[in-house]
């Protein structure tokens, strides 16, 4: 349910900036968050990155599996980097950075994808970390509320 809800909001949020504003991707960042707050939920996540990218693709790119490659690939990457640490290094900035680094190869293709050429493919792509930047800090404060209110 997290997962269609995310999509939605992305996807609202996409319609209502009428492709104006970029808007951060959202759906991914659930995704990320899921993937990496358990280690059961490998095979759940995979199939709605998969689902989610190829409707995200379908309603707005019209090449369908793009979208999901890059959300497949980046959550097993991400799960792989994060579950090669040991339990005492998932530390909070840790998982700030990962969560964030999960969104530089998709923010790539977005923007040539998107028709920004010359300096505006830097300059947008700088503009879209900005947006991403408050929502990771805010994951990451959620994950280290996690750490100390559970017992691990």
């Known amino acids: 349910m997290i997962y269609a809800g995310a ?42 990155a998969f689902l989610g990218g190829m409707l995200w693709d379908l309603r707005w790119v019209g090449f369908p599996g793009l979208s999901s490659l890059f959300y497949v690939v980046t959550i097993l990457m991400s799960r792989w980097a994060w579950f090669a640490l040991p339990q005492s290094g998932r530390t909070p900035p840790l998982f700030g950075a990962a969560l964030w680094a999960a969104f530089f190869p998709i923010s790539a293709v977005r923007n040539f994808l998107g028709g920004a050429r010359g300096a505006g493919i830097l300059t947008t792509y700088f503009l ?10 805010l994951a990451s404060l959620a994950y280290a509320w996690k750490l100390k209110n559970t017992d691990v």
Do not use: C, H
Not at 128 to 137: A, D, E, H, M, R
């Open 7 to 48: 999509w939605y909001l992305q996807d609202f949020l996409w319609v209502l900036t009428n492709g104006k504003a970029i808007v951060p991707e959202l759906f991914l960042m659930a995704l990320v968050i899921r993937a990496l707050g358990n280690e059961g939920r490998g095979v759940e996540v995979l199939w709605a």
């Open 128 to 137: 879209q970390q900005s947006y991403l930047l408050p929502l990771v800090l």
